[in-house]
T-cell receptor, first 117, second 113 residues
Framework: NAGVTQTPKFQVLKTGQSMTLQCAQDMNHEYMSWYRQDPGMGLRLIHY???????DQGEVPNGYNVSRSTTEDFPLRLLSAAPSQTSVYFC????????????????FGAGSRLTVL | AQTVTQSQPEMSVQEAETVTLSCTYDTSESDYYLFWYKQPPSRQMILVIR??????QNATENRFSVNFQKAAKSFSLKISDSQLGDAAMYFCAYRRTGNQFYFGTGTSLTVIP
């Protein structure tokens, strides 16, 4: 299995440009989420979803949009990139529920490094 | 609000020795999960160990074990017989009801040959 696949791995944007970070998982996980990782700040939750058609905000949602039209895909959109969005982004997924195999354990993608000039 | 605190930004250990990484968390919930993730220079996040709060027994995975003190809201990671491949950033994480995860700021572990 491929697990969680993120694309692109690296991206450079100019301020004001838009882009979409793609995330796909092939484990039939209900839960998907996006984090950003900044030096000295750990991983912070941006948005998450507990199933197709359901999304919610995390700790730092401003400037980001998400949608969940299928179980497999959870893209993260930057509508107007700002230098403050320079970061490493991780997509992660898991099953949900007690007694479900792999439940409550996040599986991460390889990360996407985004630089906004 | 849930917060996770890792008070040691950097730690070092001699190869084959034991090191303990600290983590404290704040919560008002009684049922939750705690995790330690490892991030080597490759940037990939790798699960090291997890602990269910309702279990009193400390989790163990080979050379990795935890000291879970629920009343003190403390969750430390002990690495025994440290190896060069253990060098990485280690993140403590808390999972609350609703499957939201909160991460600490990380501890960078150096293993000295």
């Amino acid at each position: 299995n491929a697990g969680v696949t993120q694309t692109p791995k690296f991206q450079v944007l100019k301020t004001g440009q838009s882009m979409t970070l793609q995330c796909a998982q092939d484990m039939n996980h209900e839960y998907m989420s996006w984090y950003r990782q900044d030096p000295g700040m750990g991983l912070r939750l941006i948005h998450y979803s507990v199933g197709a058609g359901i999304t919610d905000q995390g700790e730092v949602p401003n400037g980001y949009n998400v949608s969940r039209s299928t179980t497999e895909d959870f893209p993260l959109r930057l509508l107007s990139a700002a230098p403050s969005q320079t970061s490493v982004y991780f997509c992660a997924s898991s099953n949900i529920g007690q007694g479900v195999s792999g439940a409550n354990v996040l599986t991460f993608g390889a990360g996407s490094r985004l630089t906004v000039l | 609000a849930q917060t996770v605190t890792q008070s040691q930004p950097e730690m070092s250990v001699q190869e084959a020795e034991t090191v303990t990484l600290s983590c404290t968390y704040d919560t008002s919930e009684s049922d939750y999960y705690l995790f330690w993730y490892k991030q080597p220079p490759s940037r990939q996040m790798i699960l090291v160990i997890r602990q269910e709060a309702y279990k009193q027994q400390n989790a163990t995975e080979n050379r990795f074990s935890v000291n879970f003190q629920k009343a003190a809201k403390s969750f430390s990671l002990k690495i025994s017989d440290s190896q060069l491949g253990d060098a990485a950033m280690y993140f403590c994480a808390y999972r609350r009801t609703g499957n939201q995860f909160y991460f600490g700021t990380g501890t960078s572990l150096t293993v000295i040959p």
